[in-house]
């Protein structure tokens, strides 16, 4: 397995931008899919967006997708989230994920590594 630590997250208000970043250690970084989930209280975990090994296919959740950036460095074993005009409904913890296999995928299940989560909370 891979352990990943993010940062980045924080307060903001409606309408500002945050850049989370989660740094890798363990297994071949640079071999696997990477994911961004969040959640938000009483509600369950969801997919936000995903990245290929090699950066070339990207998948975003309709919710984020034209506001909300993924992008990966494996010289620095760090996957990046993008979040601009962030909306309150975006409030969360964020985790992101290393995937199990080369196939990119919006389901839990197919991530076998999770950080800790950073908290990222949009005011209105």
């Known amino acids: 397995q891979v352990q990943l630590v993010e940062s980045g997250g924080g307060l903001v208000q409606a309408g500002g931008s945050l850049r989370l970043s989660c740094a890798a250690s363990?297994?071949?970084?640079?071999?696997?899919?990477m994911g961004w989930f969040r959640q938000a209280p009483g509600k369950e975990r969801e997919f936000v967006a995903s990245i290929s090994w090699t950066a070339s296919n990207l998948y975003y959740a309709v919710s984020v997708k034209g506001r909300f950036t993924i992008s990966r460095d494996n010289g620095k074993n760090t996957v990046y989230l993008q979040m601009n005009n962030l909306k309150p409904e975006d409030t969360a913890v964020y985790y992101c994920?290393?995937?199990?296999?080369?196939?990119?995928?919006?389901?839990?299940?197919?991530?076998?590594?999770w950080g800790q989560g950073t908290q990222v909370t949009v005011s209105s």
């Open positions: 363990g297994r071949t970084f640079s071999r696997y899919p």
């Open positions: 994920a290393a995937g199990r296999r080369d196939l990119l995928s919006d389901s839990p299940t197919e991530y076998d590594s």
